[in-house]
Structure formats: structure tokens, C-alpha cells
């Protein structure tokens, strides 16, 4: 058994001078293992820490959002119908729902005549672009999360009287030439004018109110000919969306909630875990080339490393040495260059990891046992790299080494 440690002693101490006695050799080769270990290191950790980004995100948006609209029925011709309307109240139904935080109904007015701006220079000249004009109650825009840029939007006292007002999307306020509402400006919905009280933008459900004119629902129910609503979109607390989901249908129609279709996001927890999967898919691919062409370069090195000491394995074999000696002390010195560069890789790949989470404001997620275990996924790398050099120098006989040969 000592004898036994005194040899492997004596093979890694040969071995450890095989690397330091060419140290310029020994950082290039070890540097190439270090760039694979630390692109593998840091875009394993970007990926999880990006898909734990895009969860949070997920959570905060997605996750709270619950629409519900009538169910459709193909009708004869292929055109689809509704078997029960919507209700005009649908949004004071269900905010009364455990969990709900906003509600409100949105409808396209589909037959709505144009919208002009006030005053109107030239009668006879040509409608600008359509602006499409939707009918929305109150707390629609809460439940959207609508950005108010100018004024406010409307309230439920002007959905009571059915106030001629309107909120403006910020593409249809850029179209019709309204920046500002402190000089009271109105639009013209056909030949009715209506006073614009607010401007919106950036909302995270239907998009279509920036491009629109948003009007009162019992106002368009009273002027635009509007019957029943769309759709009812509703904004919950977290982790409530899946039963909101599953108590609006029976909110809105009691006596037959199949008639309603409630869509609710999946569970956040199966999101994450496909998002991480299929970013850490991609990534793991790319970390891998990069390990496999540090691995090309100890390869490479190591072979020359073998070409040039011809002389010495021969004068080894000719003292006694064995081939399995000369194997081993080849797979140690390159085992040895992967484990450095799984050191220097593994440390790399965790600073560039935090620096770019730093400056992205992400919260860094990074799997500790990777960074740990980089200096032994760069050994096993380094060992298999060494291989075929090591199969090499231990095939070379004495005899042909002395003279020269390979």
C-alpha cells in the first residue's frame, strides 16, 4: 500500500512538472478549457436567471389576467353565433368575486361611423384613416392596467348618465392631431360630438384601445346601437386567476355557465419550467461547443506535447518505465490542464453570470452544484482530451525513440 503511494506520488509529481516546466503552454492550453467551462457556466446561469425573470414577469402580468366571452356556435354558411348574449352588468357580476382586483367589458363598435376632430376645416375632404371606436365600462382599464398621459379616464358616473365623452388610445389621439387635453378638444363620431377627457397607453391586455376611440358602454348602447358586450377582461390577485377562471362562467350565467368560456393562464409553475427548459436547451448547446473545442485544444497540445518529448519517453522506457506508466503520467498532465481551466472557467463563468445580472437588475439565479463541479467536469474533459496523446507516448518503443523516432 505505501509503495503504492510513493508511486502514484512519483507519477503526479512528474506529471505537475510536465505542466509548470512549459508555464506559457500551460495558460493557452488551460485557457481554452477555461472559456468552454466559463461559457457553460455563465449561460447556464443567464438561462435559469432569465427564465426566473420571465416567471416573475409571468406572475405579475399574465398570471393575473382572466378573459371571458360567449361561446361560439358554427351557424349554417360557416359564419359562427352566440347562443347566449353577454350581459350589460357582466362587470358587476363577477367583481364582487373572491380574488378579483378590476373588471370590465370591451366591444368593437363594428358598424360605427368615423371619427373626426373638432373643428372640422373642410367638410368635403376625405375622412382620415379609420379610427375604430369600442365601447369599454369603467374598470376596464384598470383590469388592462391602462397608463393615463393626459386627464383621466371616464367613471362610473358618466357610465351611469351616459355622458358623451371619450378616451383616446395614443395612435388614434396621434392620428386625429390631439396631444393635450386642457383646451377641452372633441371629436365627432359620425356627426355627435364628444368631449375628450383623457389619453391612454401602454396597456398589457388588447392593444386595439391604443389604436381606438374608447367610449362609455351605455353610451354606445344609447347612440352606437350597441346590444351586448364582447368580452369581459378581468384582473385578479395572484395565484387567483385559475379560480376566477372557474367561478366567472357561473357569476355570469348561473343556469348555464357552459354558455360563457373563461380563459385563464397555466399554472405559473408549469410556465417556468418550460421557459427554463427551453432556454437552458439552447444554451447547454452552446456551452458544449464551447467545451468541446477546449477539449480540441488540450488535445492538440497534448500530442505536441508527446511529438516533442519523443527523447524523454524513450530514455523513461529504456529506465524501466512501463507503457501504462508513460499512459498514466500523459492523462495526469492533461487531467491537471482541465481541472485549472475548470477553475479559472468555473469562477469566470460566475462573475460574468452577476455582472450581467447587476446590470440588467435581475435577481442572479445560479445552480451552485455547476460551479462546484466545473473543476471536475474540466478534469473528466482534460483526462478524454488526453487520451489519444496518452495512447500515443505509451506505443512508442525505446529503441525507435532514441533514434529518433515516432
Given at each position: ?14 506529471a ?11 495558460v ?58 353577454m ?38 375632404a ?25 386627464g ?21 389621439a ?14 365627432l ?10 389619453i391612454?397607453?401602454?396597456v398589457?391586455?388588447?392593444t ?6 374608447v367610449?362609455?358602454?351605455a353610451t ?6 350597441l ?42 409553475s ?5 421557459v ?48 501504462r ?29 452577476l ?12 445552480d ?13 474533459v ?25
Amino acid at each position: 500500500m505505501a509503495a503504492n503511494r510513493v508511486h502514484w506520488r512519483g507519477q503526479f509529481g512528474e506529471a505537475l512538472n510536465g505542466v509548470l516546466a512549459r508555464p506559457s503552454r500551460l495558460v493557452l492550453t488551460a485557457l481554452g478549457a477555461a472559456l468552454g467551462l466559463a461559457a457553460l457556466v455563465a449561460t447556464l446561469g443567464l438561462a435559469q436567471t432569465a427564465a426566473n425573470q420571465v416567471s416573475r414577469h409571468f406572475d405579475a402580468i399574465a398570471a393575473t389576467q382572466v378573459s371571458v366571452q360567449p361561446q361560439s356556435e358554427s351557424a349554417a354558411g360557416g359564419e359562427s353565433t352566440v347562443s347566449v348574449a353577454m350581459r350589460m352588468d357582466s362587470a358587476a357580476r363577477v367583481v364582487r368575486l373572491p380574488g378579483v382586483v378590476a373588471a370590465g367589458t370591451i366591444t368593437r363598435i363594428a358598424d360605427a361611423p368615423p371619427v373626426r376632430s373638432v373643428p372640422v376645416i373642410d367638410p368635403s375632404a376625405p375622412a382620415p384613416p379609420l379610427v375604430p371606436v369600442l365601447a369599454a365600462t369603467p374598470g376596464l382599464f384598470a383590469a388592462v392596467d391602462a397608463h393615463v398621459v393626459a386627464g383621466r379616464t371616464y367613471d362610473t358616473g358618466h357610465e351611469d348618465r351616459g355622458d358623451a365623452v371619450v378616451v383616446l388610445g395614443a395612435n388614434a389621439a396621434e392620428r386625429l392631431g390631439i396631444n393635450r387635453i386642457d383646451n377641452s378638444p372633441t371629436v365627432l363620431i359620425g356627426e355627435r360630438p364628444f368631449a375628450v377627457i383623457g389619453i391612454i397607453d401602454g396597456v398589457v391586455r388588447h392593444t386595439e384601445l391604443l389604436d381606438g376611440v374608447v367610449v362609455p358602454q351605455a353610451t354606445a348602447a344609447r347612440v352606437l346601437g350597441l346590444v351586448a358586450p364582447e368580452q369581459l377582461q378581468i384582473q385578479t390577485a395572484q395565484g387567483a386567476a385559475t379560480l376566477v377562471a372557474h367561478q366567472a362562467p357561473i357569476a355570469l350565467e348561473p343556469n348555464d355557465p357552459a354558455s360563457m368560456v373563461a380563459s385563464a393562464p397555466p399554472p405559473p409553475s408549469a410556465l417556468r419550467d418550460r421557459v427554463r427548459g427551453d432556454v437552458n436547451g439552447l444554451f447547454i448547446v452552446l456551452g458544449l461547443v464551447a467545451l468541446f473545442a477546449g477539449a480540441v485544444g488540450i488535445a492538440n497540445v497534448m500530442l505536441l506535447s508527446v511529438l516533442e518529448r519523443i527523447g524523454e519517453i524513450g530514455l523513461r522506457r529504456a529506465l524501466g518505465a512501463t507503457r501504462r506508466n508513460v499512459a498514466t503520467q500523459f492523462l495526469l498532465e492533461s487531467g491537471l490542464v482541465g481541472f485549472l481551466g475548470g477553475l479559472v472557467g468555473a469562477s469566470t463563468g460566475v462573475t460574468v453570470a452577476l455582472v450581467v445580472s447587476s446590470t440588467k437588475h435581475w435577481t442572479p439565479v445560479l445552480d451552485l452544484r455547476l460551479a462546484v463541479g466545473a473543476p471536475a467536469l474540466g478534469l473528466t474533459v482534460g483526462i478524454l482530451a488526453g487520451a489519444f496523446p496518452a495512447w500515443r507516448a505509451s506505443a512508442i518503443e525505446p529503441v525507435d525513440a532514441l533514434r529518433g523516432g515516432t
